[in-house]
């Protein structure tokens, strides 16, 4: 896990809200904000994104013993 709370609910009610333009969008955009909403609301479900992990980002503020 590598988002902290508030990032999981930016991305949980950005990926909502591109998920709805998907819905109202024409043809050519549907795709774009089909594959944008849905990473947003799979990394904000299981609280980790794979960019961070590449960059070395962290907003979570529990360490996890590994």
């Not at 950005?14 to 909403?37: C, K, N, P, Q, R």
């Amino acid at each position: 896990m590598n988002l902290s709370n508030a990032d999981r609910g930016i991305r949980l009610v950005s990926g909502a809200s591109l998920l709805t333009f998907d819905y109202l969008a024409s043809s050519s955009w549907e795709i774009v904000f089909l594959v944008l909403g849905l990473w947003g609301l799979v990394s904000s479900v299981f609280g980790f994104c794979p960019f961070y992990s590449i960059m070395g980002f962290n907003t979570c503020p529990t360490k996890l013993s590994q």
